[in-house]
């Protein structure tokens, strides 16, 4: 079991910043591959970066030259700073981690989500 628990949205003006963070605590086994995906109103959830336990990452294009990934594996949390935000970005934003263990095939888990408003 994982469980995953995100922070830092909220509303910010177009052009502003936003850090969302995501800790998880796993019951049994590691956490691999952690990442952020979005849901606009009346879009489907799409991902927006992941990061591998390895520290590979990769950007949905829309967002490649504002936002940036990173994790703490110490801690097991994963960030995502977002800068030059714009109104489009407004969604709800989740955290999803893999669980790891010997053997078996990893399985995923999915925060709450934490909206993020961009507007003036």
């Known amino acids: 079991q994982v469980q995953l628990v995100e922070s830092g949205g909220g509303l910010v003006q177009p052009g502003g910043s936003l850090t969302l963070s995501c800790a998880a605590s796993v019951n049994g086994g590691s956490v691999g591959t952690m990442g952020w995906y979005r849901q606009g109103s009346g879009w489907k959830r799409e991902m927006v970066a992941v990061?591998?336990?390895?520290?590979?990452?990769n950007y949905d294009d829309s967002v490649k030259d504002r936002f940036t990934i990173s994790r703490d594996s110490s801690k097991n949390t994963v960030y995502l700073q977002m800068r030059r935000l714009k109104p489009e970005d407004t969604a709800v934003y989740y955290c999803?981690?893999?669980?790891?263990?010997?053997?078996?095939?990893?399985?995923?888990?999915w925060g709450k989500g934490t909206l993020v408003t961009v507007s003036s």
């Open positions: 990061i591998t336990s390895g520290g590979a990452t």
């Open positions: 999803k981690a893999s669980r790891i263990r010997l053997g078996r095939r990893p399985d995923d888990y």
